[in-house]
């Protein structure tokens, strides 16, 4: 079997225009449960009209009632599972008892615990400016890892990252290799449901050198490039001249004594934890959560939009890369270890699908997925979501405007999930009409 | 960054004729060392000639001296990174400290320590038959949930599973969906670098019900495909006759009243876990440690091969099937509980890639990629390692085999890996000459 | 720019109950016209009520009226497009003008004349025996090359083809290589939008040797096997001995002394030719018109069903193989040459996507395209038009059955478009309801 | 069978510093056989020391000796196929007898008459301008559409293409549509094994209108997408302003009131014809020979390389494109004629795999395939045969610099083939050391 029923998966996507400001049932919640032993988080959206009310779910759309604090909810989706929301609110808390039904096993309904909190407005603080010295590096993008600093929306990080192989700025390995992390850093107020958004404002070489190889990719080699590649795969250190910013190979071959290459700095991973119900996936993996997307443009400037999907988003972010071309053809970039600041911010109760990158010209949806073809596939589906919901295109100018401006650049070919990233400029989206 | 240095993952593969017996550095030791908070564990293999040693280690060959219990190991692999080990056998355990250096950061040494326990051969032990009642189903396939029954090569297990959605046999929920297993089984005796043998005595249907859906999965559907089936994906009950050993739909469709599947139960998971370096998948996933692979021979008769990447195998298996076709299109197959029956048994110091299958008449590899055009390159990859190594074919021999005896299935779409099989009759196969 | 405006290649699919028996516009017609120099041949069906027409024609639906003898009609796509028939029947003849308006460029439409005859029913004649010995063979499935032998519904041909490399049964070249084929066959009253029905009566082997080679295709093959595979390539002789039904190497490898593969004649390429607006293949290429299907159960007692887009269907048949596992991963498979015995018959007005097989046991859908993973989903695409429109399923109902009976084989990767075939046991389909 | 023997694919690739001067057979010749009704051209390269000659024809390197006018040379590849050359030179006209022997059918060679003429060195005219109007437009990239004008290197040719449809600067309909060509030119002195070099002076929109629709091409949907474009699909008019530079639709739908795309005219076909052997590719379809590459770099101030293949190389272009974004998604660009003028040269004897692009600032290989996965890796094959071949770069240094500088966009995706162009900067190559 593939998996869990999507419903578990789905989280509410409503609209509403109101906060819950007063202890009424009325409003946005988060919710947990415990399933089985698992922990899950949702939103659960609220609308009261006299005693009748209506809300979200678990990607249900449920209707009931409310007779003073007690209320009663009734979902049923196309498939003809159920799901019953019996409680009350008191003391500013929800209590409920949710009853799920599915359709083909009706004889036995799964019976759950809910409570839940309400989701304050996000605050309007006055944004602080961290400075972070990591201590431990994560090599799993997991709920479990405590959250190392806890910050406000709006709030900048200053620190350091690890490089790939676990190798800090004094060039002394603290982690096994794999993409250690910072972070998780929690994000006061950021629900599921939400989006966070990082803003990468300084991204900084702290050491001289970085690592990578000669080798490349199973997925750029047809078989005769196969054959001509089978004796290469060593370790090659490349040398970074942080003042002229370049970078050349450190023991250079012939043809290379001269071969330079400007320094770009970028972050491989960046992510905010995936959903509890979902196995904590491991750093060099990538997914709708973000992740090792290893995206060249992912650097000084670039805005990345992630899906949130536990309270406090739990952001991560590691695996520099001095530079890199499309693809990271040798497994590895110029690895090295940096000095990243970053601000945060979050947009309430807005569903994105994969990760998003905004830079200065541009926008860019991210298409993940174990073929170029399936991501090629991903970028354009997410890019043709982003032009309806934001744009408010129609399929047909939709289509128009893929047709006439797409930009596709294959970003990753060498992690699981291949990466492709497809492009529009600003300019040519200033000239819709909203 | 993709991947950790190849050489991190790879198990020693020597085929010494002779296992330690007594307190010598010679022979087979499981290693192990704490790798800044992550244990690993890898196979140790010495040999000795006067006071001369040779070795593998971490896919590494040693080349060192010893002297009374003092020994001194040196390798260095075709990249330049090199290893040295500085160690002395005391009370039958080994002790060494492990300097590992990196060809491109030569200034920054990792220093291990290494303590290593001897590999005794198989012992032959009277086969024991064990009963064993489940009480907690696991979604992940890691080295932390702890063992729930240590058994001997040779022994037999009779257990039960519950569906992949967490359901036991009197239709009780008992874990979140997502192919919950029962395990992890220790076994006496395994090893890294050993394979697991899994053979299928018996796989008896316990209740007589299966829930699937009558969507089709992703891979399946062209654009054409997609618009047509846009309105599925409801929940389907079946019901499954014991007696006559059919499979109907519970509440048919106008033209499924009297169709009829034939039941031909299977375990859609089976795997030993992976290695403690990699992030442990979650259950509906697959890869070398074999995983959620939903191959629809992996039936009753049926011999399963897995590699061995820690000491004692941790068996796991579940996601029981009561029927499935070839692709398992509707993301579920007819999902029930199980009531399964195996022997286990260890081939000791053996390697080999993907998860391989053995039924009566054939002889089946299996490739697991992100495309069914990895995956045929996968299965097609691994059965010709299997011609070279089992049979001694040449690659030109290998190319004759397969160009005439070769029969490829789609065993898988729905995962996130996609599953191509490739068979060869064992009928065939006789007429090789070894 | 891609592709033709689609509607030049659809053909109608009409199924009226009646045909043209009295020299009346009403019926079905075979109409040409020439397109700048272009011959072009549709179907056009007509229906009338009184003085009212309704027809199709180059996958419009057309309305109007009829004077007399003279006609008008008309008909507009939901792209805007507009196509208008004037014209008029007189001796059995209907001659029209057809002015084409494309919606993006309406100061400009096309004017054409069409000439049509009628579609007569087809005869029930005597079924005739032809023994046909074959002096040229094509290496282009095309309209261009004169028909060697003119044939009626039911009747069967008696012939030869040489093998895939042009040398025939004694041994000698007769044609430069890359599948020559035997044909192109008319076959009176297949007409296009009607099904060519061939059935392989028998296929018998010709001489006592064929031609292999030992490489792997591209397809197969991951970085790792192509290095392995990095000195193979050489041709291969194989021995065949049509008493004992068995290929054997004729001068065997050291492993390949006993090595043994019984005989399964097939052939690799059938095909009824392509429409005349596309480029008329080459012998190695396949598509819906069928062509190097390479598809190893096209042998004796197996029928194939191809669309018609010519009148007389314009059948070519050969690459016959002694033998060829799933894949034909040599990229030649025991290349033979065949005594051939096949009996043609028509469907008349019925449309089918790609070439369709029926087994004794199974029907079987085939995907072509130039990854497995589009082969996949056309293979499964075309199985379900096939379980909609022959036997009236559902989309739930033929994701039901798709998923509890589909058995998927890799058929062929060795040409440019890969080849998979899904079968359904006619055993599992008759317990459909219809 | 999927392939004719590659050794007839071949072409030979010597690189003798010396040409053909005087009535000798050292030198390189123009060879002609007509192979069972197929003529084939090949070079046939010869240098001689004394009595003794070595030479290279279709892909084999001959030995052998001369006795006045009389040779006689032999080959034999690595799977002991051979090929032997008997004749004369008289009058400045080689002719001989290439007896052809396969491995496994050693007891029917195949013989055939060549006759070979002296290819001299290009000559070095005076460049002349041609103004040439055409007349017909070819849909077939066929050696035999008979030329429509003979030039030579260093000429200019100034003229006009229609549009993918086949409709010209008038909007009258001048063929049917599927990227009917203007051409063939034939280049005097261009011989098989040659490099022609097409470089784009001028690309001219002569009409204020162009063509496209709303679809979206399957590649690039997956189901959700298909869905969401389901009713899309209808022809699009473009509106060109050649003064102000933008295209903007004909009949703006809401929010494309506004929308303004830059002209950026291209031409989406080129390609020198392809040897005989093969079957004449259809306008719509790629390859080695290029044809229809839909890239839209292929504008003013490119340069397109194209291995010949035929005598004279045999030009084709069209397609004409006012603006196209990368993989023209809607399957038509901004479809429009075009007033081209290109310049022509060759490089003598110089082989090259798939097509090559010049930019300003790029260097670009194409790969061309049936995924984008597999036009991936044929890109990146051909960029390290060009970093080798003309930079001399070691494998090692081949992936350093594909590492560091690769960059990557998908050119097409509507085609049957994929297309990924892989770019390095001009500036980056100039770093290297030759």
Same mark, same amino acid.
């Given at each position: 079997m593939t998996r869990m029923k999507l419903t578990l998966c789905l989280l509410a996507s409503a609209t509403l225009s109101t906060f819950a400001q007063t202890p009424s049932v009325a409003g946005h919640w988060l919710a947990s449960t415990d399933y089985f032993g698992t922990p899950l988080y949702y939103?659960? *959206?609220?609308?009261? =009209?006299?005693?009748? +009310?209506? @809300? #979200?779910?678990?990607?249900?759309?449920?209707?009931?009632?409310?007779? @003073?604090?007690?209320? !009663? +909810?009734?979902?049923?989706?196309?498939? @003809?599972?159920?799901?019953?929301?019996? @409680?009350?609110?008191?003391?500013?808390?929800?209590?409920? =008892?949710? #009853?799920?039904?599915?359709?083909? *096993?009706?004889? !036995?309904?799964? =019976?759950?615990?809910i409570k839940a909190t309400p989701i304050a407005p996000l605050a309007h603080l006055t944004p602080q400016r961290h400075e972070f010295t990591p201590t431990v590096f994560y090599r799993q993008i997991s709920t479990l890892n405590k959250p190392v600093l806890t910050i406000n929306p709006g709030d900048t990080i200053h620190t350091t990252t690890v490089d790939a192989g676990g190798t800090d700025f004094n060039g002394v390995k603290r982690s096994l290799g794999g993409n250690p992390e910072t972070g998780p850093f929690f994000v006061t107020g950021a629900m599921p449901g939400d989006v966070l958004v990082v803003h990468i404002k300084k991204l900084t070489l702290n050491r001289d050198w970085a690592i990578?190889?000669?080798?490349?990719?199973?997925?750029?080699?047809?078989?005769? +490039?196969?054959?001509?590649?089978?004796?290469?795969?060593?370790?090659?250190?490349? !040398?970074?001249?942080? =003042?002229a910013g370049t970078a050349t190979p450190a023991d250079p071959a012939e043809h290379l004594k001269r071969y330079t290459v400007p320094l770009k700095p970028m972050l491989g991973c960046i992510s905010a934890a995936p959903g509890t119900a979902q196995a904590p996936p491991g750093s060099g993996d990538s997914g709708g959560y973000g992740g090792n997307m290893d995206f060249n443009e992912v650097g000084e400037g670039a805005t990345v939009y992630l899906r949130v999907s536990n309270p406090g988003a739990l952001l991560y972010f590691g695996d520099g890369h001095a530079a890199q071309g499309d693809g990271e053809l040798n497994g590895n970039a110029l690895e090295t270890s940096m000095d990243v600041e970053l601000t945060v911010d979050v947009i309430p109760n807005k569903r994105i699908g994969d990760p998003r990158v905004e830079t200065a010209n541009e926008i860019i949806s991210m298409g993940l997925g174990g073929s170029i073809d399936d991501a090629f596939k991903g970028a354009t589906n997410d890019m043709a979501n982003w032009l309806e919901e934001d744009y408010k295109l129609t399929p047909s100018e939709i289509a128009q405007v893929l047709g006439t401006s797409a930009e596709y650049h294959v970003s990753e070919v060498a992690d699981r999930n291949a990466g492709v990233v497809l492009k529009i400029s600003k300019a040519r989206l200033a000239t819709l009409t909203k």
């Open positions: 939103r659960l *959206n609220l609308e009261q =009209t006299g005693d009748k +009310l209506t @809300g #979200t779910y678990r990607g249900y759309k449920f209707e009931g009632t409310i007779n @003073g604090d007690n209320f !009663h +909810l009734f979902a049923k989706d196309e498939q @003809g599972n159920t799901d019953e929301l019996t @409680g009350a609110v008191a003391n500013g808390t929800l209590q409920a =008892t949710d #009853t799920e039904t599915d359709s083909d *096993n009706k004889a !036995h309904p799964v =019976t759950l615990k990578s190889d000669d080798g490349l990719d199973e997925r750029a080699m047809n078989s005769d +490039l196969a054959v001509k590649m089978k004796d290469v795969g060593k370790g090659i250190r490349w !040398h970074l001249d942080r =003042t």
